[in-house]
T-cell receptor, first 116, second 118 residues
Framework: DQQVKQNSPSLSVQEGRISILNCDYT??????FLWYKKYPAEGPTFLIS?????DKNEDGRFTVFLNKSAKHLSLHIVPSQPGDSAVYFC???????????????FGKGTKLSVIP | GAVVSQHPSRVICKSGTSVKIECRSL??????MFWYRQFPKKSLMLMAT?????????EQGVEKDKFLINHASLTLSTLTVTSAHPEDSSFYIC??????????????FGAGTRLSVL
């Protein structure tokens, strides 16, 4: 049973427009959420995160929104650039409560293609 | 610069041989490191938690005798795929968590190792 779901395997967006990547989770114990970006044959790179006490976190062109009641988060990229083309993974972890509790659970990823 | 160094980036080996993958934490002393495996078009699946100075903790379904993990120091964890077979071909990635030293649980990932077993 997938606890973190990214239902869109792929997304194509025109350069300069907004990219919206969605993520849903089922585990109410999740307290911290992260987005990772991954290029082929490379490890994931941390992009942005949000704690459950917030509903929005912004870093430059990237904004993550969290709706706890809906167990839903989204990543907005504005404006989208061709270099943003990659696979984006949503990940979640419970609040830290001892060894192992900071394990991450990943979604399957969404491949974003930004068309010039 | 890179926070985590993983080597080698690519390995091609014959069936039956053993392959060692190294994961080094460059910026943090890591009492814990994670090893993941990624199949094509699939998510990152946690294989095991590497614990410095003690035995690794394996996820359900992961053979501990197949995937040997050694966390000999605070900066180095190794994953050895023993007697590799074609079904072990995959992309293996290690990560170093920043928690609990920081309030945020961010994991920094190595570049990954593409293993191809012939």
């Amino acid at each position: 049973d997938q606890q973190v779901k990214q239902n869109s395997p792929s997304l194509s967006v025109q350069e300069g427009r907004i990219s919206i990547l969605n993520c849903d989770y089922t585990n109410s114990m999740f307290d911290y959420f992260l987005w990772y970006k991954k290029y082929p044959a490379e490890g994931p790179t941390f992009l942005i995160s949000i704690s459950s006490i917030k509903d929005k976190n912004e870093d430059g062109r990237f904004t993550v929104f969290l709706n706890k009641s809906a167990k839903h988060l989204s990543l907005h990229i504005v404006p989208s650039q061709p270099g943003d083309s990659a696979v984006y993974f949503c990940a979640a972890s419970p609040a830290y409560s001892g060894a192992g509790s900071y394990q991450l659970t990943f979604g399957k990823g969404t491949k974003l293609s930004v068309i010039p | 610069g890179a926070v985590v160094s993983q080597h080698p980036s690519r390995v091609i080996c014959k069936s039956g041989t053993s392959v060692k993958i190294e994961c080094r934490s460059l910026d943090f002393q890591a009492t814990t490191m994670f090893w993941y495996r990624q199949f094509p078009k699939k998510s990152l699946m946690l294989m095991a938690t590497s614990n410095e100075g003690s035995k690794a903790t394996y996820e359900q379904g992961v053979e501990k005798d197949k995937f040997l993990i050694n966390h000999a120091s605070l900066t180095l964890s190794t994953l050895t795929v023993t007697s590799a077979h074609p079904e072990d071909s995959s992309f293996y990635i290690c990560s170093v968590p920043t928690g609990p030293y920081l309030a945020k649980n961010i994991q920094y990932f190595g570049a990954g190792t593409r293993l191809s077993v012939l």
